[in-house]
DNA sequence: AAATATTTGTCCGTATGTATC
DNA sequence: TGATACATACGGACAAATATT
């Protein structure tokens, strides 16, 4: 297992202590081999296999005991630490559609809750963020200052899991929005029709503009590559 | 360092280091201690003090370099693996109004895909929960019935992510569930009244059951503290 | 450029506490 | 009452990568 490319053993070690746990189909409650086993098995130290071990605990994966050895939580099969031990989702060509979608029916669920609690201050920088599009050649720029400003709208709801999950989901599409066709000037006007209609208190076409925002177009639909 | 109860010492060096990072505000790119100072400060060996740190680096908060040291992320301010580094917010009595927010949002905003495409192998499943839960005692039983019928609702949707972002905003308001008045009855009738309307493909109702599903009175209603 | 110091990466050995038989 | 198996925790040592002088 050395001279596997220069990855720190560690990380190698949690990677295969993970596909260990899913390939055997491990249920809560079985057994997982000793330290001195694996760490002889896999090759490595027993420090090197701690560090990568004490992680699945932390995260609530498995549970350790002296004297007895380690046994698989009954893991829930979710909630944030096993769904992200599971590293979430195998189809990443799908991780787009769903995380738009997602994101369309958080944003637009919350929307009279934004509508209702925005300020000035917040416009005032969002209507930043599509002054700074229009400057930006950079994808990268661009698309960040595209995230900064739906956490803007968000921001004043106080509810940080919201905020949590927007930009998990956002995070998510970053890698495949390079697949919707787009120009530059339909994205800067759909992000300044919200800013308008948010400044002229005008609630109708603030839903109708955010509604709008979340309607794309695929680049040549149905021969989207999937590995 | 060494009697504070009987926790493990990986797991309290854990917390520490995360609070070091959460009070001292680190921002991206800020250096953390060296391995040394840190096992001394904390009074622990290095490798117990690894077996923490490792910990955050796999969960990506962190990078570490040989011969540099370690810096704190850009992280982003969420994703999956930096909401459950925070764990998520302090402010624990608020939790459970932001994850029934979040979840009646999501619910509903997905009903309508969940009408159109739930099957009578689903709707099964979900009465059986609901007689599982009139005959339930326990508490936990109840709730474990309660949160299978949600997953039961949502699983066809063929989208991943809204199932992890439900069972994570699940497994919150999981602990806080018990200041919500509700007697038993009512709340099998909600999740009863939810079957019968997808039974008759009853959309309207389906709905209206939905919302009202999502209802809810406090323990003592206006004395909810707030900061 | 080259030597030196710093810091993480990796391994080993050993002692202790705890659970099981 | 041991005897065994296992995780917990400590300390030392050296290599590898990087920074500093």
Redesign the interface.
């Known amino acids: 297992m050395k001279n596997l490319k220069t990855k720190k053993l560690?990380?190698q070690v949690?990677d295969e202590l993970r596909h260990y746990i899913l390939k055997n189909n491990l249920k809560p409650g079985d057994k997982i081999p000793t330290e001195m086993e694996l760490s002889q098995v896999l090759g490595v130290s027993r420090?090197v296999l701690?560090?990568?071990i004490?992680?699945l605990e932390?995260?609530g994966v498995v549970s350790s005991k002296p004297g007895v050895g380690m046994i698989v939580n009954a893991f829930?099969?979710?909630?944030?630490?096993t769904?992200?031990f599971l590293n979430?989702?195998d189809d990443r060509g799908?991780?787009f559609?769903?995380?738009q979608?997602?994101r369309?029916?958080?944003e637009?669920?919350?929307a009279q809750q934004c509508f209702d609690s925005i300020t000035d201050n917040q416009i005032s920088r969002m209507e930043d963020c599509v002054n700074a599009m229009q400057s930006f050649e950079e994808y990268e720029d661009f698309y960040d200052a595209d995230a900064y400003f739906h956490r803007c709208m968000y921001e004043n709801l106080?509810?940080?899991?919201?905020?949590?999950?927007?930009?998990?989901?956002w995070?998510?599409d970053r890698s495949f929005r390079a697949k919707v066709v787009e120009d530059k000037a339909l994205r800067i006007k759909k992000h300044s029709d919200i800013c308008i209609a948010l400044r002229e208190r005008h609630y109708d076409a603030f839903m109708a503009s955010l509604v709008f925002h979340f309607t794309y177009k695929y680049k040549s639909a149905g021969t989207r590559e999937e590995e």
Chains 1, 2 share one sequence.
């Open positions: 560690y990380l949690y420090n701690r560090e990568a004490k992680t932390i995260l829930s099969p979710s909630s944030l630490s769904c992200m979430l989702i799908d991780q559609r769903q995380s979608e997602v369309k029916v958080l637009i669920g919350f106080d509810n940080k899991m919201l905020i949590a999950f927007l930009d998990s989901a995070e998510c």
